[in-house]
């Protein structure tokens, strides 16, 4: 068994000993006895001789003061040597440190510090307090995990690695941050995990404000783990979600349309203010917030876990700034009033190109209703190409800047691979992609349920639509089903990614052998809402799904002029950091954790800038989750002054100081008699 | 105060002084007037009139004191035995060594205005006073003073005695009692504190079969030390040294030897029929005499 004192600077002891000596001497030098005369000292003889006599230890009363002084010295010597007390030495040799820098933990603490702040302090606390034997891993994490220090003893190294941890708008995701871990403490070897070999588990210390997203789809497999609960805050005021788009009729005007909700515990007020390109252009006044959260109550088990979705009545308002004149294009920015907790999400931004007529593309072996459709919306006619034409067509005819030259290409009962940066909206086939396919055909048949809230559907009664048949459709995970036919078959349904969005129905105009309509669908007054939501969802310029509006984290694709080979990205906070272009004329930017409008120096226009947006409500309600589980296994919280191992300096100097004041008493006592 | 410290007639004889020893006077004679009238022998009253006793005649007696009366009756001789009249003799041994000239009041001052007290009181009693300085060894005296007028010798001798030598009271009393074979009454003041011990000296004194008191003359410094911290204990009388730290427990064990040793001389003197009288010079010299000594018999 290991002594549980252990030294962490011993040699201090043997600098300070010689003090000692030093002391001894200085005492019997001071020892110089003041004379005084007395009648006899016949019973002072005797008083000390009787003392003497009566208690062994009276050479060392007579010499308290010394006893007291070595005694302080010894205390100040072994405070000197930095002793710690490892309680937990021998339990927890493995201990990983999982450092939450997502959005909630920019939160502004009482003390005017942020959370992760506040957690780096417990982190660096908890290395001090490591044993001599317990290695220590540091992992930052949110929307991904960072290796901030693996494991190493080096306490030196491990504080200025997580000095080093900065701060993100992430969303807070464990889950690769629990992988990671279990991975880095998972030895690799033959015989391990044997009875004579076990697994030495690591203890995980979370320190979080428990605003976790995914905790409850986690189980901890192995070890222990327990959190630090960091924060206390909960007033926050957020914009939620923003869309700006080019009014589809009057192109010269914009719309942007904004969500604000309150989080907090009580009611504000607060202002939103729109600018573009940096200019306030209208001010709208909110009114009173209603408290997005009821009071925390003193009971933990009462509290309830922040993910309820609903928002209270009167905490949310939708703010829509319509009919605002600007015909260029423009980076738009909406602000909050008032101060809170939580600043990234107090604005949020986005960018707006410049009006240009919509373009659609058809591509179809002739489809009359379809054309008359697309040529009876606002905008040019358009064009119509066979698939033949289409495939066959040069890349100068279909793009410009690297990008489909039409704002939509509607795709007509035909697979196509071809497909360069663009918004395509297909029927009754498929994009060629790894993870689209047609797994199967059904028949006659309705739908079955629908998203009448998403804006493709706005006006379009689902109900009433029949089709003769249709595809089973095998679609990427992102994908959004719109519509949804029997056994819970895509119909309609929407994903984008890598600057193109993709609408697929799963049925065409026309059967197979295109002899027949294939729906009624035409017949019916939504059809013509359909393509008119549709082309304005897809060709509008700035939606929250929308690429160039990008969530913390993400990476973004930047088209280069032709001829750049490094772009020069700006951050929102000033710092610039060179991209190179790739051979593709594309370069890609990931380190957007912060957010804020990233403006790129060499893209082509519409790439220029990328605004990164919070828009999470998960983070945005940064009240602490003090009811932290992962799976359904509730985390034993510990508290902040949680130690591992006890730095006992502290207790010596007190020790320290209380022998002095003894001193002091003894000494007193002897002058006052 | 120099070990030769010689007291101002200032001192002792301050007006204030001898306006209480007036006080005494009257006091003493009130005393002697009242009190104690028909119970002590006095030269004034005749010679040899008091009978004591009787005892058989052997030869060689005085024939002038038989009693023919009881030889007519009895027609046996017997001797009438009258109490021998003659002077008290009132004698005062004053410590005068070192350790007297210390303390504050001071030791020595006190017990010199105790004796000069004393002696007032005896003088004007027409009693024949003696006084006697010694240290380690009898070292001053002033014989057979009698009578009020005389009172300035003694003030005088008070005055003039130095304080010298240690304090060896087997010494002095033993020459003392070789000296003075008479019977009377003895006063010792002291503060006792004496290396050798006290008893032997007292011993001697019992030996002359003398009426003895011993007056314990203790400074407030000594009753209840009021020292601090290391020192260097230095004895004024013989140099001898003692090092203390002093605390708490070594005050306290001071006090109960003290308090021990005061009470063994009381022991000492009870059993062996003297007076025992401890003072404080802080004890107003006035209320010692007037008080104090009369409750204790000293004064009659």
Known sequence: ?673 | MSASTIHRSAELLDPEFMARLDQLDIVSRKIFAGKMKGERRSKRKGQSVEFADYRNYVVGDDLRFLDWNIYGRLERLFLKLFLEEEDLHVSILLDTSRSMDWGEPHKGLYARRVAAALAYIGLCNYDRVSLYAYADTLRHELPGVRGRRLMHRIISFLQETPYEGSNHLAAAARTFAVRHPQRGVLIIVSDFFDKGGFETGLRYLLGRNLDVYAVQVLAPGEIDPTFAGDLRLRDVEDADVAEVTISRALVNRYKQNLQAYCQSLREFCTRRGICYLFTSTEVPFDQLVLNYLRRRGLLR
């Open chain 1, 1 to 673: 068994m290991s002594w549980p004192i252990s030294l962490l600077a011993p040699w201090a002891a043997l600098a300070a000993a010689a003090l000692v000596p030093a002391l001894v001497l200085l005492y019997f030098l001071k020892l110089k006895r003041q004379d005084v005369p007395v009648s006899s000292t016949l019973l002072w003889q005797r008083a000390v001789q009787d003392l003497q006599v009566n208690s062994p230890f009276q050479r060392l009363r007579n010499n308290l003061l010394l006893l007291l002084q070595l005694l302080l010295l010894l205390l100040a010597i072994l405070a000197l040597t930095d002793p710690i007390w490892n309680r937990s030495q021998s339990r927890e040799q493995k201990v990983i440190l999982l450092l939450d820098r997502s959005a909630s933990m920019n939160s502004i603490e009482a003390d005017k510090r942020t959370r992760l702040d506040a957690a780096k302090e417990s982190a660096k606390r908890l290395v001090d307090d490591m044993g001599k034997e317990t290695q220590m891993m540091v992992i930052a994490f949110a929307d991904r995990a960072h290796l901030a220090a693996s494991f190493t003893d080096d306490k030196a190294l491990l504080k200025r690695q997580i000095d080093a941890v900065e701060p993100t708008d992430g969303a807070s995701r464990l889950r690769d941050a629990m992988t990671l871990a279990e991975s880095y403490s998972t030895p690799i070897g033959e015989g391990i995990g044997t009875p004579d070999n076990p697994i030495d588990a690591a203890h995980l210390v979370l320190l979080s404000d428990g605003i976790i997203a995914d905790a409850a789809e986690l189980t901890l497999r192995r070890g222990s783990m327990e959190i630090i609960h960091i924060g206390d805050a909960s007033d926050n005021v957020g914009v939620v979600n923003m869309d700006v788009r080019r009014d589809y009729e009057r192109p010269d005007y914009i719309t942007v349309v904004a969500r604000v909700r309150n989080f907090g515990e009580t009611a504000v007020n607060r202002d939103l203010a729109l600018f573009i390109d940096k200019e306030l252009k209208e001010v709208r006044v909110l009114g009173r917030l209603a408290p997005g959260a009821a009071a925390a109550a003193d009971d933990e088990a009462t509290v309830t876990p922040a993910t309820s979705d609903l928002p209270p009545e009167g905490s949310e308002v939708v703010v829509v700034f319509d009919n605002v004149p600007h015909a260029a294009a423009g980076q738009i920015e909406v602000r909050l009033s008032g101060d809170d907790a939580l600043a990234a999400d107090n604005q949020a931004f986005g960018t707006i190109e410049g009006p240009r007529p919509l373009a659609t593309l058809l591509v179809t072996h002739g489809n009359f209703y379809l054309s008359r459709v697309l040529a009876a919306l606002p905008g040019a006619a358009p064009t119509i190409l066979t698939p033949e034409q289409y495939e066959a067509a040069s890349d100068d005819d279909l793009l410009s800047d690297g990008r489909l030259k039409y704002d939509v290409a509607v795709i007509d009962g035909y697979d196509t691979g071809r497909l360069p940066p663009g918004n395509y909206l297909f029927f009754g086939g498929i994009p060629k992609l790894d993870d689209v396919k047609v797994t199967g055909t059904g028949g006659m048949s309705l739908a079955v349920d629908w998203n009448d809230t998403h804006p493709v559907l706005r006006h379009v009664a689902v109900n009433i639509i029949a089709f003769a048949e249709w595809n089973r459709l095998q679609l990427p995970e992102e994908a959004e089903t719109l519509i949804e036919g029997p056994e819970g078959a895509p119909l309609l349904a929407y994903f984008a990614r890598d600057r193109r969005q993709y609408l697929v129905v799963g049925f065409g105009v026309f059967d197979a052998k295109r002899e027949h309509l294939n729906t009624n669908w035409i017949a019916k007054r939504g059809f013509p809402a359909f393509m008119y939501n549709a082309v304005q969802f897809l060709a509008g310029a700035v939606t929250a799904g929308n690429p160039r509006s990008l969530a913390p984290g993400d990476a973004a694709s930047i088209t280069a002029q032709p001829g750049t080979t490094i772009l020069t990205v700006r951050r929102p906070s000033g710092h610039t950091d060179t991209v190179s272009v790739r051979d593709d004329g594309m370069g890609y930017y990931a380190n957007m954790t912060r957010a804020g409008l990233y403006t790129i120096d060499g893209a082509v226009a519409g790439d220029t800038a990328f605004a990164v947006n919070l828009f999470d409500d998960h983070e945005s309600q940064i009240r602490p989750n003090k009811d932290f589980r992962i799976g359904d296994d509730r985390i034993t919280a510990t508290a902040d002054t949680h130690r591992t191992n006890r730095m006992l300096w502290p207790y010596l100097i007190l020790a320290a100081l209380g022998v002095l004041f003894v001193e002091w008493i003894v000494y007193n006592r002897r002058v006052l008699i």
